[in-house]
């Protein structure tokens, strides 16, 4: 099973046939939710509670937050959703019920969710998350940090016992100047250079050439750095050439895998899916996909069959 993790990983680099959401991977819920239609989705809310009641439903209570909105649902069910709720103004808590069916889609790991009502209580290992530090930089990447007269085009990448302070450097392309806040000195500096260079081949290129050397001046390569730790402005300084940071995150990326692994039920009560329960095998934006269509079906199989055992009743 950790080796499905393993190839997972190793997928980009062996297919070139990798793709990416143009604008990026948060869009993807914002485009399921306008896909919805009917149903209604609530932001700027955090899920602080699922319990099953006596009647077999679940009851949600949510936390919501400043500025949160309800997106796609119409008069009709607006007013159903004020009936149905029962809000709590000094703790700023919303109980929303009743649902026959809940899907549990994110880790429960550090979510704050309390699973309340449920006998017997679901039994969930403990595991431990990869702390992964995204930091995306603009500029030249430093030679004489890798101990070569040039550096190769392409990305960087090392060993798991190499003593580095990143795993991978990745090549994203290039970035206008204006967009990664450069100091004027930097960028000025830079344009000399290329400047230079240019002029000393004025004569060589043709005006599309021209243009297309212009049009670089204008851009600095964007790289993308994977680290357990945030880089210090001192090693960034080491590694690059005229550089900036664009944007620097931290985050829980995946677990950590020791096999064999022991895997929570994907159901842990009664209509009551855990999308995450796979995330033990590989984590991946494709196998939360496998995850979610298996609780999909779990679920439809199961509200049916209640369904004819209350017909049958």
């Given at each position: ?59 949600l209570t949510i936390q919501q937050q ?248």
């Amino acid at each position: 099973m950790n080796a499905l993790a393993g190839l997972v990983s190793y997928l980009p680099a062996a297919d070139p046939d990798v793709y990416m959401i143009k604008e990026g991977n948060a869009a993807l819920p914002h485009k399921l939710a306008a896909r919805l239609g009917l149903q209604a989705v609530h932001t700027g809310a955090a899920v602080t509670a699922v319990q099953l009641d006596s009647n077999g439903q679940y009851m949600l209570t949510i936390q919501q937050q400043a500025n949160s909105i309800a997106a796609g649902v119409f008069a009709q069910q607006q007013q159903q959703r004020r009936e149905e709720q029962q809000c709590d103004k000094t703790s700023a808590m919303t109980t929303l019920k009743p649902f026959d069916g809940v899907v549990i889609a994110t880790p429960l790991e550090g979510s704050g969710v309390q699973l309340l009502g449920l006998t017997p209580e679901p039994k969930i290992p403990k595991r431990t998350y990869q702390t992964t530090v995204t930091t995306y930089v603009a500029g030249h990447l430093n030679a004489s940090y890798f101990k070569v007269a040039s550096v190769p085009d392409g990305d960087v990448l090392v060993t798991s016992t190499a003593d580095t302070p990143f795993s991978v450097i990745a090549s994203k392309g290039n970035i206008p100047i204006e967009q990664t806040h450069v100091a004027a000195a930097a960028a000025a500096a830079s344009d000399r250079q290329l400047q230079a260079g240019g002029q000393q081949n004025d004569r060589k290129h043709t005006d599309g050439a021209n243009q297309h050397q212009q049009q670089r001046q204008l851009q600095l390569p964007l790289w993308k750095i994977f680290s357990e730790a945030p880089l210090s402005g001192d090693l960034l300084e080491q590694l690059f050439i005229n550089s900036t940071v664009v944007v620097s995150k931290g985050w829980k990326a995946y677990p950590r895998f020791d096999p064999p692994e022991k895997f929570a039920p994907f159901l842990l009560g009664p209509a009551l899916c855990y999308n995450n329960a796979l995330e033990n095998a590989a984590s991946a934006m494709e196998v939360a996909a496998v995850a979610a269509r298996n609780c999909a079906l779990l679920l439809q199989k199961q509200l049916a069959d209640s369904t004819r055992q209350m017909t049958a009743s």
